[in-house]
């Protein structure tokens, strides 16, 4: 048996390949695990768990058929869908998971992270973060109707395009210094994140001993999930057409 970890799929209507390579891993790769976490940026956007339309009625579906057959579905929110809700959980069989969380795998204490709370150099983006993960922000922006939400997510996007192109790569990756901050301060040998679109395993030395930081890798022309089990770690990719 074994656990599974995936990030960054952002899922749309606009990329209807990547939904079907969801579905399919879903159908062929979830049938005999002891659970799926899903790190982060699941959807594209998410304006809210009261936008409902075909495209994420069919996404629910594919969660649920995971979790009703009795896996654990853990899924924690990315910068992309911090708006995931209780009624989303409750719709899907998933459960919310805080970011950072620390999970018992296989005998190693483990990280869980989205990872963009680790891209310290990126200073504009983490105040832009404290504004969105703010409870009263959020329930102002959930009370705006649904058209005016698609308009400021969109706003959103386009703003976010326009800054990261003037980023540089240094600056959108993690922070070192906090990598090894937070496996100290959460006493960890083992970190498994997403976000950064770098998919890897890193050797580190952390806590003064040997560690381990896996970086999840985006879906686009390849789906990318981590497969672990009591004997094994892989980090592994397929080709979606
Ligand atoms: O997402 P990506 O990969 O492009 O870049 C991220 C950081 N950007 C973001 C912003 C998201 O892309 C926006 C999408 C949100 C969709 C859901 C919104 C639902 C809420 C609204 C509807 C109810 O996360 C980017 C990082 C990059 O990762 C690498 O880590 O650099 O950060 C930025 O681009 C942030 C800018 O640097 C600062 C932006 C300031 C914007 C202020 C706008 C205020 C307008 C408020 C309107 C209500
Ligand atoms: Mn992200």
Redesign the pocket.
Known sequence: MATLFISDLHLEPQKPAIVQAFVQFATEKTQHIDALYILGDFFE????DDFENAFADALKNTLKSISSRGVPVFFMHG???F?IGELFAEQTGCTLLPDPTIIDLYGTPTLLMHG?TL?TD?I??Q???TM?RNPNWQQE??S?SIAE?LA??Q???D???E??SE?TAEI?DVNPDEVLRVMEQYQVQRLIHG??HRPATHQLIANGLPAQRTVLGDWGSDGWYLKVSKAQTDLLDFVIA
């Not at 956007?45 to 809210?48: S, T, V």
């Open positions: 956007a998410w304006i809210g910068n992309r869908d708006l963009d891209c990126d504009a983006y105040q832009f973060r969105v922006l959930l705006k939400r400021i997510a706003n959103l996007r703003i976010s395009k800054k990261t980023k959108m976000h950064t």
